[in-house]
């Protein structure tokens, strides 16, 4: 039986502790849970929990304009979710690739785009010969940042017109999250590590603009990011890739993750 409530802090704590179950491949839900919990502003979102016999075996999330999001959990319990939401405005879906099959085709529903993903966890880190040093982000980043942010959301192509990023990017500045690449005196390229829950940190969004790219920036800043995650926060780093892109698949690989699980993202036809 699935149930749900709009108040985070009525999410059960036998939820939560079936989500740090797995804490490496439920680490979107449970960071974005984080992050509301520690004052994230939201419109309409709802947290959901499947009950068998008493105890919690599946979770689920959503935070408009971002998608439902799915936990790890068995496939009966995404079949039983599409019915428990059929009321709900569901235009997105995001989660582990085989889940959102099941949501799918039990929701009947009809794609208009599916974003195949990865999600590595970090082995034996490789640092890349590249020129530069990296620093932490500042306020005086803001406006640059923003500009980036934004960029990297129309080139992704996912709720990049939804949402003005000031606000969740001086936080994220504000926390220590954004980390930056630095050639020749300027900012080349940024990536940012989430909180850690569970032991378990992420690094995203990675972005260089397209005048900087080629040059090794994006792995050199991610290396950097996530030995900053290791010694500071989390003893487990990881990422998500889009596997239309093997450019960045192979970076990743190249200094040191490997991969976990697939995913995928899909919007519906209205």
């Known amino acids: 039986m699935w149930s749900f409530t709009a108040d985070i802090t009525a999410f059960p704590e036998a939820a939560t502790a079936f989500l740090l179950g797995d804490p490496i491949g439920n ?8 992050a509301v919990r520690a004052g994230m502003a939201t419109d309409g979102a709802y947290y959901g929990w499947w009950t068998v016999d008493g105890q919690v075996r599946g979770a689920a999330f959503r935070t408009p304009p971002a998608p439902l999001g799915l936990a790890v959990m068995p496939a009966q319990a995404v079949t039983e979710l599409a019915a428990a939401l059929a009321g709900r405005p569901t235009p997105e879906v995001m989660g582990p690739r085989a889940l959102v099959t099941a949501f799918t085709t039990a929701r009947g529903a009809t794609l208009t785009r599916t974003v195949e993903e990865r999600l590595y966890r970090l082995g ?28 990297c959301g129309q080139e992704i192509g996912l709720n ?4 003005d990023p000031t606000d969740r990017v001086a936080r994220r500045i504000a ?8 050639a020749d005196g300027a900012p080349v390229s940024f990536a940012a590590l989430s909180t850690a829950v569970g032991g378990v940190s992420r690094i995203g969004p990675v972005y260089t603009p397209p005048s900087c790219r080629r040059r090794g920036y994006g792995a050199a800043v991610t290396a950097h990011a996530s030995r900053c995650g290791l010694d500071e926060r989390a003893k487990e780093i990881v990422l998500f890739t889009d596997l239309a892109n093997p450019t ?13 699980a697939d995913y995928a993202h899909v919007t519906y036809a209205a």
């Open 175 to 182: 926390s220590g999250d954004i980390h930056l690449w630095i």
């Open 248 to 260: 960045s698949n192979a970076i990743y690989q190249s200094i040191g993750y490997v991969p976990h």
């Open 27 to 34: 680490t979107v839900p449970l960071t974005v849970m984080a």
């Open 124 to 151: 034996a880190l490789a640092h890349p010969a590249v020129p530069g040093t990296a620093r932490r982000a500042g306020p005086g980043d803001l406006p640059l940042l923003v500009s980036w942010f934004q960029s």
């Open 160 to 163: 990049a017109d939804h949402e």
